[in-house]
């Protein structure tokens, strides 16, 4: 807590703000729920994320999906999107496989608890450094390159950006905004704050809103309580939803 709480505080003060108490009694308090709650939230929450990170899991889904685009329309739903890495390395990938991949054959939904997040992904603007690790001819691909004042930065495709859709919500609310349920989920590095009786609520919800035989990719050190029974380990990080007896 008191690691969490001096990071707050280091991230406050970049914004102007002296402190937490004062934070607490000039926002907070004065506004319960107001911007200033929002504004704690995008400051409180982890957003390490990266384009292709933990790439096994990825190619495996995306080969199962690609399986599944001949059947009819595929849904994703990317938990925990951050800025927006995860759900356009998807796409990028299965445009890599499927390359007339358009929203009526593949819609990717993608939700993250920080507004400053989501409007980062929309924006799909991406500096140099955060692409370091994206192979040259995926680069040269999937994203347009800046020039003159935007020089140094890359916008992700306008035939991938079309591909997800971004919503702002927190995955503990009784309510989710998509409709329908989702032949793949991704909720990888999520649960991880969540405490015992929440991780275990919010995977039996996952798996409700998962297709029969569905996939739910988790992150690489995630392991899964017994329950929810629906779900059955098929491969390290990735779990197929099953009939239940």
Known sequence: MGL?????????????????????????????????????????????SAFFREPEPLHALVAWLAGRLPLGPVRVWSAGCSAGQEPYSLAMMLAELVPTLGPDRLTIWASDLSLEMIRTAARAIYAARELADVPPDRLRRFFLRGRGPRHGLYRVAPEIRRLVTFQHFDLRRSDWP????????????????FDEAERL?????????????????????????????????????????????
Request: net charge positive; aromatic share 6%.
């Open 4 to 48: 969490i709480r001096a990071r707050l505080q280091g991230r406050l003060r970049a914004q102007g703000i002296p402190s937490f108490t004062w934070f607490h009694d000039h926002v907070l308090r004065p506004q319960p729920g107001g911007s200033g709650m929002q504004l704690l939230i995008d400051l409180s929450t982890v957003n390490h």
């Open 178 to 193: 998509m409709p329908g349920d989702f032949d793949a989920i991704l909720c990888r590095n999520v649960a991880l704050y």
């Open 201 to 245: 609520s919010l995977l039996e919800r996952l798996a409700g809103r998962l297709r029969p035989g569905g996939w739910l990719v988790v992150g690489r050190c995630e392991i899964l309580p017994e329950r929810p029974r629906p779900l059955q380990k098929c491969a390290p990080s990735i779990y197929r939803k099953v009939p239940m007896s």
